[in-house]
């Protein structure tokens, strides 16, 4: 399928069938999603891939309710940084210096911008900023599945906080934003998934300038 065509054949799928996604398509998403674009390249986020049963069975029955948590092949939790201390700039100083080659020294007036940019704000306004820029991970990896016809279902409906404790990621300076199911339709029991696609018409939701 083109690109047009695979996003036609996605759709939000309600209900999963359990069967494991090919570990190489699998692997294809994921690193689509770190390859997603992020302001300033910083990718103030961690994500956690999981596929383990029994922490998929606590995460329904304590943070998510839906049924796609136990039938998907694996679970894409996206939690934005609430930890925005200087040590996670210089990393990413660091890590810019040595895979293009360049002097640290270099980078200190891109490092200081974003330090400032930080520190301008207050926390509660970046984890939202860090917050924002999962969404646009989560929309690289929804286009990567849909290219390899592997069925993706975003959620937000899920309480947060159940499942910062779950992972044990709120000592880690994280909090969860979105989850990301991925699998494969159960055509049997969802009921969307012979229905057409609804999306407004271009005229309707495009202008032109």
Request: with cysteine; aromatic share 8%; net charge neutral.
């Amino acid at each position: 399928m083109n690109l047009h065509e695979a996003l036609n054949w996605r759709y939000a799928t309600k209900r999963m069938s359990g069967q494991k996604i090919e570990s190489a398509k699998a692997d294809r998403i994921i690193e689509s999603i770190r390859l997603s674009a992020s302001s300033l390249g910083l990718q103030p986020y961690h994500i956690f891939v999981i596929e383990d049963k029994a922490l998929l069975a606590k995460i329904h029955e304590n943070a998510c309710k839906q049924p796609q948590i136990l039938e998907a092949s694996h679970v894409v939790v996206f939690a934005a940084w609430n930890d925005f201390s200087d040590s996670k700039v210089d990393a990413y100083m660091q890590q810019i210096a040595a895979e293009r080659n360049v002097p640290l020294e270099s980078l200190k007036g891109f490092e200081d911008n974003i330090k400032g940019l930080i520190k301008s704000r207050s926390t509660a306004d970046n984890t939202t900023w860090a917050a924002k820029q999962t969404y646009i991970a989560l929309g690289f990896g929804l286009v990567a599945a849909a290219l390899e016809q592997v069925d993706a279902t975003p959620m937000e409906g899920f309480n947060p906080a159940a499942l910062d404790e779950i992972l044990g990621i709120k000592e880690k300076g994280l909090q969860s934003t979105v989850i990301l199911a991925l699998g494969y339709r159960d055509e049997a029991n969802d009921y969307l998934a012979k229905a057409k696609k609804i999306r407004r018409k271009k005229e309707d939701l495009i202008t032109t300038l």
